[in-house]
Nanobody, 127 residues
């Protein structure tokens, strides 16, 4: 059973940076596509970024493009580097994993593609 644990959240002022990490246990990420999602207060969960299982393709939502970068070591860890943070980036951030053999193209942003989720880590950006 794959398990995901996020870390690296916290409070930061607008314009600052944070780096989120997700450690995978029970499997290696080279078999699975990985994603980061977030849920702002009072809103639905939304996709932030994803990386395919061999690390060759990444996806990033428009609102964070050029500010956030997803990366992975193809073994046990993925990261989300978040720069130039804004108050609207405040949310609980979740790491997620697909089943082995899934494909992401055209569907990377759908929560239903990811059956495995971490517990989330809070990111708060103050103005």
């Amino acid at each position: 059973q794959v398990q995901l644990v996020e870390s690296g959240g916290g409070s930061v002022q607008a314009g600052g940076s944070l780096r989120l990490s997700c450690v995978v246990s029970g499997d290696t990420i080279f078999r699975r596509n990985m994603g980061w999602f977030r849920q702002p207060p009072g809103k639905e969960r939304e996709a932030v970024a994803a990386i395919d299982r061999d690390g060759s393709t990444t996806y990033t939502t428009d609102s964070v493009k050029d500010r956030f970068t997803i990366s992975g070591d193809n073994r046990k860890n993925i990261s989300l580097q978040m720069n130039s943070l804004r108050p609207e980036d405040t949310a609980v951030y979740y790491c997620a994993a697909t089943q082995p053999g899934e494909y992401l193209a055209g569907r990377w942003y759908l929560p239903a593609v990811y059956p495995y989720w971490g517990q989330g880590t809070q990111v708060t950006v103050s103005s």
